[in-house]
């Protein structure tokens, strides 16, 4: 089957992308409450979810392990020593854990649980 010249000259591939800039958000923190004020409007349809990074940066870490006969008889839990060093404090919720183990990319830890943390304070997520 012949084939025009438009077909067989495969397409040049897209331009690269400059990295989205993403605005950060403005914390405020009140005694019984941390408020995070986006740059931006933020709309989410009714019945749908969404998530957002409110912080993006990283936190002093320590990697430890946690042995916990009541969960595991021979193997220790992954669990790391968190040192919230920034200058507010931060909202409970739920912290997705990476390992930076080669050049080639992060290792999965799992999910935690984070209650509200303030600065200056050392918590152990497992």
Sequence with gaps: MARS??????????????PAQIETAQAAESVT???FALPYKV????GQSLVLPILDR??????????Q???D???????????NDGE???????LTLYEQATAAGATYLGDAR???????ETRMLS
Excluded: C, K, M, W
Excluded at 73 to 83: D, M, S, V
Excluded at 88 to 94: A, I, S
């Design 88 to 94: 507010t404090g931060l909202p409970p919720g739920v």
């Design 114 to 120: 984070l209650a509200a943390f303030p600065p200056g």
């Design 43 to 46: 709309s989410v349809a009714a």
């Design 33 to 35: 409450q941390i408020v």
């Design 73 to 83: 008889q021979r193997h220790p839990l992954a669990a790391i020593a968190l040192n």
């Design 5 to 18: 010249a438009a077909e067989a000259v495969p397409a040049p591939p897209p331009p690269a992308s400059a």
């Design 69 to 71: 006969s009541s969960a």
């Design 58 to 67: 990283e936190l002093p870490a320590q990697r430890i392990d946690v042995y």
